[in-house]
């Protein structure tokens, strides 16, 4: 097996990298949709600037994003106040039931759409109040989804989202029931609403 992998889009070369860059570090949106199973989670958004740093606010929801996911993506501060798209990758978010102590600001709530329990884990379906990013790279990557009748992310309309999460196996999450998902801030995508392309260094010329 090759150490690095091409992804291509429509016959255009879109990133040559180890495959541990392209999940860490997607050149755009269409190959952070396309590395990764379940797909990434993806988002309209707004960063905000409050009094705990910058916050990534997504319809009802607001996650801060903390210094260290600041520091990794210097040009995240030329979209403050402008819109971007949220990438959540379903393994970086877990039932707060079993990470009581998270910070109460990197938490997002929703409904239970569909648990699926796989043995070492648990995939929960959950509904968020925020709008799905729509894109033609979305639409691109899911002409083929919800085939099989399973929920899939961005499938809900009207500002409401199905999220996908890889809980830990003793999560206790119901079809019907609220529940309260903890967001590794750390490891989040954030893209160009109109070019695709990922947020990570800043400006030349910028301080």
Known sequence: MGDRVA???????????????????????????FIGSPAMNLVEATLERGAAGLTAVAGSERITLGDETVSARPGLKDYEGRAVILGIRPEDLEDAALEPDSPA?????????????????????????????????????QKDAGADGVVTPQQEEGGRTVMVGRFGARSKARKGEQIRVVVDTRALHFFDPETGLGIYDATKGDA
Not at 9 to 23: S, T
Not at 136 to 141: K, P, R, T
């Open 105 to 141: 600001d990197r938490v997002i709530t929703g409904e239970v759409e569909l648990t699926e329990a796989l043995g070492s884990e648990i995939m929960g379906h959950f509904t968020i109040e925020a709008t799905p990013a729509i894109t033609d790279e979305v639409l691109e990557l």
């Open 7 to 33: 992804v291509m889009r429509k016959g255009e070369l879109q990133q040559v990298a180890d495959p541990q860059e392209l999940y860490d570090r997607p050149v755009n949106l269409f190959v952070g949709g």
